[in-house]
């Protein structure tokens, strides 16, 4: 089965750090472009950070820039997230999705979504 | 960042109705748009992508329309399994953008 399991969530001091990962398995990861979207419980979706197939080209969120990492590990079919200066409102569900471009025309949606792990940052 | 305003943010309906929900983008987006849908406790599931193209092994009372700023979501014929929160995104440009939702309930 095509799954995304992500992993690393806890509870953390504002100013601390947290890696989270996401563990790929039922496809071939390498090919594919990998993201993070977060929600915050009760909320909608926000979009973090991209990095494709390759990990060449990276983009984030404005909200994370400078204190959040994405980067990836092929031959290990995993997907990371560091994260530092932890604040109050990075708390949230953080997702990890698979992005699936359908054509040469760049239409790409997030085809699959891991289950999510949770994200506590205390003041 | 474009952004994306749904509307309604919560719609009552019965099983059987017929339903609409929109989306408008604060640029033109082509139909670089996708809906989801989100059960509680649950990550979000594709549903349309390209505006209009349904997403493989989704029931065929779910429909996409628009280009440009404006977009709908149809569901013909609500199912008891339909009631749920449903997102657009565009992916035109980054950052990818999300509406707010529109949560659907039972009437």
């Known amino acids: 089965d095509v799954q995304l399991v992500e992993s690393g969530g806890g509870l953390v001091k504002a100013g601390g750090s947290l890696r989270l990962s996401c563990a790929a398995s039922g496809f071939t990861f390498s090919v594919y472009s990998m993201n993070w979207v977060r929600q915050v419980p009760g909320r909608g979706l926000e979009w973090v950070a991209s990095i494709s197939s390759s990990g060449n080209y990276i983009f984030y969120g404005n909200s994370v820039k400078g204190r959040f990492t994405i980067s990836r590990d092929n031959a290990k079919n995993s997907l990371f997230l560091q994260m530092a200066s932890l604040r109050a409102d990075d708390t949230a569900v953080y997702f990890c999705?698979?992005?699936?471009?359908?054509?040469?025309?760049?239409?790409?949606?997030?085809?699959?979504w891991g289950h999510g792990t949770v994200v506590t940052v205390s003041s | 960042d474009i952004q994306m305003t749904q509307s309604p943010s919560s719609l009552s309906a019965s099983v059987g109705d017929r339903v609409t929900i929109t989306c408008r983008a604060s640029q033109r987006i082509g139909v670089f748009l996708n809906w989801y849908q989100q059960k509680p406790g649950k990550a979000p599931s594709l549903l349309i992508y390209g505006a209009s193209s349904l997403q493989n092994g989704v029931p065929s009372r779910f429909s996409g329309s628009g280009s440009g700023t404006d977009f709908t979501l149809t569901i013909s014929s609500l199912q008891p399994e339909d009631f749920a929160t449903y997102y657009c995104?565009?992916?035109?440009?980054?950052?990818?953008?999300f509406g707010q939702g529109t949560k659907l309930e039972i009437k």
């Open positions: 995104q565009q992916s035109s440009s980054t950052p990818d953008t």
């Open positions: 999705a698979r992005e699936l471009y359908y054509d040469s025309r760049g239409y790409s949606a997030f085809d699959i």
